[in-house]
């Protein structure tokens, strides 16, 4: 569940502040999907089943991954917003702003 964070002057930047229980809906899911993994009756649905663990997995490595990327761009941004480009090395510059132009 995203909440929507509001800078003066700037657009709107949507944080994700619920990682550990998407984190442990996605731990929950898992346990599932290997129990139905497990079962004998479900040979029909095994493929189905191997690939929505894989990609439970996936997105499990994500959202561990996502609070530290998205900590280090909200300080990127703020950096742009704010004028404070000083703080950046000139190669850092160039490819945020790459970035930044790419994704808007």
């Not at 003066?8 to 944080?15: D, Q, R, T």
């Amino acid at each position: 569940n995203p909440s929507q964070a509001r800078k003066p002057g700037s657009e709107s930047v949507f944080i994700l502040d619920c990682e550990d229980n998407i984190i442990g809906q996605i731990d929950d899911h898992q346990v599932l999907l290997q129990s139905i993994l497990a079962s004998p009756y479900v040979q029909e649905l095994h493929a189905r089943a191997e690939m929505w663990l894989v990609l439970l997995q996936q997105l499990h490595v994500i959202m561990h991954i996502w609070p530290v990327c998205h900590t280090n761009w909200l300080f990127l941004t703020g950096a742009h917003v704010d004028g404070r480009m000083d703080v950046l090395e000139e190669e850092d510059i160039h490819i945020f702003l790459e970035i930044d132009r790419d994704f808007r």
